[in-house]
Structures are given as C-alpha cells and as structure tokens.
C-alpha cells in the first residue's frame, strides 16, 4: 500500500509562485510516473502535469512554460513549482503516484487560490 499526501497549497496573489510537494510512503513499492490534477467547483478534472518513468515531463498548455516539475528520489517526493500564477489556477491540486504494477494512488488534494 503506498500512501500520497501532497503540501504546499496555500494563497497567493496574481503573479506569484508556489511550490507543491507529493510524497509517497509505504513498503516495497517503487514510482513509475506521477501526474498531478486539478478540480476546481463546477468543472471537469483536468490533467496538469506528468513526471515520467524515464524522468520526461509533459504539461497542459495552460501550465506550459509556468509550472515545473522536479523529484527527490531519497524522499519520493515529486515538486510541482508554480509561476506566474494566475486566478484560473485556483483549484485543489491533486498528485496521483502510479506504481510499477500500474496502481494509482491518490492524495487528499491541497488548495491554490489566487486572490488579490
């Protein structure tokens, strides 16, 4: 069982950065990829971002050229820095770990909001 929790939501203005964190623990298990989501009320989820098995990333074209992924392999934590953050970025941002027998794990979600 692997356990995903992410951090690092918070409030911040228009123009800002944040830095999200998704963590995985449990026994014996090891990271294929990692995507992190995002739900905002009313709206469908929508993809954000994608860190692959061999280290690639992909990003939404809303995101692209403002997010960034990166990971930690000693803490098996992935980090999603967020720039130039915009009002349409408010959301709950979610990680989901993809173990190597093709198991999804989900996290609770941490909040973005963007507000003057």
């Known amino acids: 069982q692997v356990q995903v929790v992410e951090s690092g939501g918070g409030l911040v203005q228009p123009g800002g950065s944040l830095t999200l964190s998704c963590a995985a623990s449990g026994s014996s298990f090891a990271i294929r990829d990692v995507t992190w989501h995002r739900r905002t009320p009313g709206k469908d989820r929508e993809w954000v971002a994608t860190l692959t098995d061999t280290g690639g990333t992909n990003y939404a074209d809303s995101v692209k050229g403002r997010f960034a992924l990166s990971r930690d392999d000693a803490k098996n934590t992935v980090y999603l820095q967020m720039n130039g953050l915009k009002h349409e970025d408010t959301a709950v941002y979610y990680c989901?770990?993809?173990?190597?027998?093709?198991?999804?794990?989900w996290g609770p979600g941490t909040q973005v909001t963007v507000s003057s």
């Open positions: 989901t770990v993809r173990d190597l027998k093709w198991v999804n794990y």
